[in-house]
């Protein structure tokens, strides 16, 4: 499976942004897929996930009622709808399939990296003041 993260640029605080994860291969509608963020000079952290047939959501607390994750198993594509954005929001975003598929967890088990096994490259997302 490859995954492409695209939708990134630069916008002024208080905009929004549509990302989007295109994946290739039958696996993608099978798997579980996250959204994780590294900002300029810092880790990787998690912002969202959702389960293989888009039922459940699950959010950093962060992110929670701003940003908003779905899918579209059709399209083989992912969505990360971000709204309201802060400087703060600067980062490379990346998408990642989670490596069991057919999976429901709890959001500790979609954060954890190491629970992912494809990732796409990021999208730079750059936020003004």
């Known amino acids: 499976v490859q995954l492409q993260a695209s939708g990134g640029g630069l916008v002024q605080a208080g905009g929004f942004l549509r990302l989007s994860c295109a994946a290739s291969g039958r696996a993608f509608s099978n798997h579980a897929l996250g959204w994780f963020r590294q900002p300029p000079g810092k880790g990787r952290e998690f912002v969202a996930a959702?389960?293989?047939?888009?039922?459940?959501?699950y959010y950093a607390d962060s992110v929670l009622g701003i940003f908003t994750i779905s899918r579209d198993n059709t399209k083989n594509t992912a969505y990360l709808q971000l709204n309201n954005l802060r400087p703060d929001d600067t980062a490379d975003y990346y998408c990642?399939?989670?490596?069991?598929?057919?999976?429901?967890?709890?959001?500790?088990?979609?954060?954890?990296?190491?629970?992912?096994?494809?990732w796409g490259q990021g999208t730079l997302v750059t936020v003004s003041s």
């Open positions: 990642g399939l989670i490596r069991v598929p057919y999976t429901a967890g709890s959001v500790q088990y979609y954060a954890a990296w190491d629970n992912y096994a494809y």
């Open positions: 959702i389960t293989w047939d888009g039922r459940r959501t």
